[in-house]
């Protein structure tokens, strides 16, 4: 039984199709990159595996279930857009999670947090963009998760930001888990990458092991996304 699995998957908006007919299996225990250009259907792929959307046809299974309340246990979101409550402090959040997610490790959080120096009573509206977004980011790498769905978890933040944010996907998600990274930013990201999943106008265009690509191609993931994507 496969991780995640999209059957004859699409969504349309004002009968505009936004997914046309996504077919599509992830593993347990890989990194997998959903690249495509901003608006080219990522963030709605998302959102219908984590349950927030519904198909216009086709379905998801997660562990051979459709979302709902046992996927939500298994499924560890990051969202492109915080929806934390800024006035909170980092105390207050780390006891949020606690309560809402019977598979939060608060003390792999804490410990997290103490090694970039911040004050548990600090609020989130007191740091800059970049602190807030490690802060989101290592309360979802805390859970001890099946399946970590970041959104650009890269975007708008400085180089030094998204090395850190590399380092703690790769250091922090649980064993035998997988995990999928949509982002547009693939240079930054291809080396921690086993497989890709090119999306464009809704549409699965492309899917691989990262290195049998390269080698194919004889490029980087990047190269090759800017082939397909003329950018």
């Known amino acids: 039984m496969e991780l995640l699995e999209c059957k004859v998957l699409s969504k349309e908006f004002d009968n505009k199709p936004i997914l046309k007919n996504i077919n599509l299996k992830i593993p347990t225990g890989k990194i997998i990159g959903l690249l495509g250009k901003n608006g080219t ?5 998302i959102k219908l595996i984590n349950d927030l959307l519904t198909p216009t046809s086709g379905e998801v299974l997660i562990n051979g279930e ?65 602190m807030q977004e490690k802060v989101q980011l290592i309360l979802v790498m805390s859970r001890e998760a099946e399946l970590y769905i ?27 888990a997988s995990v999928i990274i949509s982002t547009h930013l693939i240079a930054d990201i291809e080396r921690i990458l086993d497989e890709v999943i090119f999306i464009d106008n809704g549409e699965i265009i492309l899917t691989s092991s990262a290195d049998e690509l390269r080698n194919k191609e004889s490029a980087s993931i990047d190269e090759i996304f800017r082939r397909y994507f003329k950018c």
């Open 150 to 176: 970041l959104d650009e978890p890269l975007g708008g933040v400085d180089p030094a930001t998204r090395e850190y944010i590399l380092n703690t996907i790769l250091s922090n998600f649980n064993d035998g």
């Open 41 to 45: 259907g990522k963030s709605t792929l």
């Open 66 to 130: 459709k979302p709902g309340v046992n996927s939500k246990k298994i499924i560890a979101y990051l969202p492109e857009r915080t929806y934390l409550d800024k006035n909170m402090t980092i105390r207050q959040v780390i006891k949020y999670f606690e309560e809402f997610y019977d598979n939060f490790n608060s003390k792999k959080a804490i410990k997290l947090l103490k090694d970039l120096d911040l004050e548990i009573d600090k609020k989130l509206t007191k740091m800059s963009k970049g």
